[in-house]
């Protein structure tokens, strides 16, 4: 994972002298760094669309995953940008299937427009 600001205006860590926050970026940025090693996967997704005023219809669903052939381990990251009704997803796989899930996140807010501060960091 890439990410050019790492530290304060538009990035996961803010800072001061007496402290930092951790800005909501923070913790899927962390996942991703964490988990999605190896190469990347090429995925076909189908999904509703939404409409948005700059772009058409979007896709409601977004994925990335990684294959790490080294260690056989694998990451699927799955991110819902809808904010009114949750969405079931199948995955479906092609060859070869998962022995085993070890770990699974979510990473979920009520209020998409919600930040943390100094005062409040969580």
């Known amino acids: 994972a890439c990410l ?4 304060n205006v538009i990035a996961p860590i803010l800072t001061r002298s007496d402290g930092l926050i951790r ?13 999605a ?4 996967l090429d995925l076909l997704v189908r999904s509703p ?6 772009f058409g ?3 409601l669903i977004d994925a990335a995953a990684s294959y790490d052939a080294e260690h056989g381990k694998g990451a699927i990251f799955v991110v819902h940008r809808g904010q009114h009704a949750p969405l079931t997803v199948n995955l479906e796989w092609q060859g070869r299937s998962p022995r085993q899930i070890t770990e699974i996140y979510q990473v979920a807010g009520d209020d998409p427009k919600a930040v943390n501060s100094f005062e409040r960091p969580d």
């Open 4 to 7: 050019a600001q790492l530290v």
């Open 23 to 35: 800005q909501s970026i923070f913790y899927p940025f962390a996942l991703f760094s964490r988990y």
């Open 37 to 40: 090693t190896g190469d990347s």
């Open 49 to 54: 669309l939404y409409a948005t005023r700059a």
């Open 57 to 59: 219809d979007q896709p």
